[in-house]
């Protein structure tokens, strides 16, 4: 069974993978793209949403009853720099993002969920408490070269389900060596390239992670 997926960027929403799909149970992941100047609207459903914001901004509007929330989500130019700003949707809810003079690149996380959290809006580098969430997620760079810092307040997941979007700072060149366990009975490397996404099955591990130059990860895992 294939484990990654190549995302081509591609303007306006595109769904990567989701639960029943290449081992995932839970996770719903995509990406969405918007340009200069437009608007995309939706709907939670029975779902809690996560945005995280890869590069650019927009204007984000979350409107439940009396669950509201509104402000910039946003405000780097690229995953290498600066930390990712986060927005957590509650279910049942509706959000809409609008773009000004710039567009933005937003990861669309999903997981089932009836539980009843508020609406929030978070700055750069900000993580919402553990109890608030149903989503995991939290970002680290990876370097071969040790001027490149890599600091990262959570480690990579070593077992649960989990989703891995993968960047590399030089797109033609740079790959990252996950070794894994599957079913719990033997090892297969992975290779992950600019703009993979890897998912990882409940049942499977990360052995060891070997990088290749400069790469981001941005995992995603389902909450407690």
């Not at 997981?111 to 609406?119: K, L, P, R």
Request: aromatic content about 6%; hydrophobic content about 35%; proline content about 4%.
């Amino acid at each position: 069974m294939s484990v990654r997926k190549n995302y081509t960027p591609t303007e306006g929403y595109t769904e990567i993978v989701k639960p029943g799909e290449m081992g995932i149970t839970k996770l719903h992941f995509g990406i969405l793209t918007l340009t200069p100047h437009s608007t995309f609207f939706d709907h939670t459903d029975d779902t809690e949403v996560a945005l995280v914001a890869l590069s650019g901004h927009c204007i984000l509007s979350v409107g439940h009853n009396g669950n509201k929330a509104y402000g910039v989500l946003g405000d780097r130019p690229d995953v290498f720099q600066d930390e990712a700003c986060v927005a957590h949707i509650p279910h049942h809810t509706t959000y809409e993002m609008l773009t000004e003079e710039g567009g933005i690149e937003v990861a669309v996380c999903k997981v089932e969920s009836h539980s009843e959290s508020a609406a929030v809006i978070l700055d750069a580098g900000e993580t919402a408490a553990e109890h608030e969430t149903h989503l995991r997620i939290w970002e680290k760079v990876l370097s071969d070269d040790s001027d490149v810092n890599t600091g990262s307040t959570h480690e990579t997941p070593t077992e649960g389900e989990a989703i891995c979007l993968y960047r590399s700072r030089d797109a033609d060149a740079v790959v990252l060596d996950i070794t894994r366990t599957v079913d719990g009975k033997k090892t297969a490397r992975v290779q992950m390239y600019n703009n993979d996404v890897l998912m990882l099955a409940e049942h499977d591990s990360i052995v060891s992670v070997t990088p290749k130059g400069v790469g981001y990860q941005l995992w995603v895992q389902p909450g407690l």
